[in-house]
């Protein structure tokens, strides 16, 4: 049963911590992609890698935030400090070819304190 | 920038048809997507549509396309309380997919 495999699920820190979230795409999906979904905001694209190279990230704050792929199985998404606006369900999904579908994984809800 | 427009709420009664519109404004859009998210997790693919096509019909769903007016419809047959989620229409032509603010639809028994 492939699936995007997501941890933590749930995340709650203070103000200020390190927070990173790991993402396993679809083994031998070649593009990932992270989301951020808040009431306000839906669903935003923070950064996405085609073959573990960064294509887009101008969706994400550079002064906190990090996306990475250090191998195919997997991709991490950092915030340092992490400040309470972040809280939200951060989505990490991957697609098999460009332009086709993204598979989406449970995502990681994070409360900043 | 490119969009993609949907109303935010649908309700209707168990058993009727629910009729989920969208609207985008990229031309060059190749494929278009709905996908459905229940509460606590994540996007779930429920069908795609290829541009060249303008009907795609897969169980109680039908996908109508009008690529002239950019227009697509999620079409959910006989809808039961299980499909009470929010649904996004989604479109994509190159390297990522531009997702629209998602309907709520409510099934009231």
């Known amino acids: 049963d492939a699936r995007v495999t997501q941890t933590p699920r749930h995340k709650v820190t203070e103000m200020g911590q390190e927070v990173t979230m790991r993402c396993q795409p679809i083994?031998?999906?070649?593009?990932v992609f992270w989301y951020r979904q808040t009431m306000m905001q839906g669903l935003e694209l923070l950064a996405y890698?085609?073959?573990?190279?960064?294509?887009?990230d101008s969706g994400m704050p550079k002064d906190r935030f990090s996306a990475e792929m250090p191998d195919a199985t997997l991709a991490t998404l950092k915030i340092q400090p992490s400040e309470p606006r972040d809280s939200a369900v951060y989505f990490c999904?991957?697609?098999?070819?460009?332009?086709?579908?993204?598979?989406f994984g449970a995502g990681t809800r994070l409360s900043v304190l | 920038g490119e969009d993609v427009e949907q109303s935010l709420f649908l309700s209707v009664r168990e058993g009727d048809s629910s009729v989920i519109n969208c609207t985008y404004t990229?031309?060059?859009?190749?494929?278009l997507y709905w996908y459905k998210q229940e509460p606590g997790a994540g996007l779930q693919l429920l069908t795609y549509?290829?541009?060249?096509?303008d009907m795609k019909q897969d169980q109680r769903l039908t996908v109508l396309l009008n690529k002239k007016d950019k227009h697509l419809s999620l079409r959910i047959a006989d809808t039961q309380t299980g499909d009470s989620a929010i649904y996004f229409c989604?479109?994509?032509?190159?390297?990522?997919?531009?997702f629209g603010a998602g309907t709520r639809l409510t099934v009231k028994p």
């Open positions: 999904a991957s697609g098999g070819r460009t332009g086709r579908a993204q598979y």
């Open positions: 083994l031998g999906h070649n593009t």
């Open positions: 890698f085609r073959n573990r190279a960064p294509l887009d």
């Open positions: 990229d031309s060059s859009s190749t494929y």
């Open positions: 549509i290829f541009s060249n096509m």
């Open positions: 989604a479109e994509s032509g190159g390297n990522d997919m531009r």
